[in-house]
Nanobody
């Protein structure tokens, strides 16, 4: 059984920064691609960013390109999401997830999910 635990969310003013962490249990973390998704109230869950198992290949949703950076430390079984220049529209619950089939943008290919961490950006 894999467990993913997110942390690092909070309340920040527009233009500020946060770094989210996702700690994974299990010995096979380094072999899986990982992703971050978010869900705002009344909206569907949407892709934010993903990374392959090595961290060398990363992918981003267009609205966060240049502001967010996904990275991972396989020695610590942790994936990160550095969020800079935050905007009120970034407000959402952020989830990390493990992919079964590549660093995909589609939620259905992710088999394990964390409980989520709230990010609130005030204007």
């Amino acid at each position: 059984q894999v467990q993913l635990v997110e942390s690092g969310g909070g309340l920040v003013q527009a233009g500020g920064s946060l770094r989210l962490s996702c700690a994974a249990s299990g010995r096979t973390f380094s072999t899986y691609d990982m992703g971050w998704f978010r869900q705002a109230p009344g909206k569907e869950r949407e892709f934010v960013a993903s990374t392959d198992w090595s961290g060398d290949n990363t992918y981003y949703e267009d609205s966060v390109k240049g502001r967010f950076t996904i990275s991972r430390d396989n020695a610590k079984n942790t994936v990160y999401l550095q969020m800079n220049s935050l905007k009120p529209e970034d407000t959402a619950v952020y989830y990390c997830a493990r992919s079964q089939f590549g660093p995909a943008r589609i939620a259905s290919v992710y088999d394990y999910w964390g409980q989520g961490t709230q990010v609130t950006v005030s204007s």
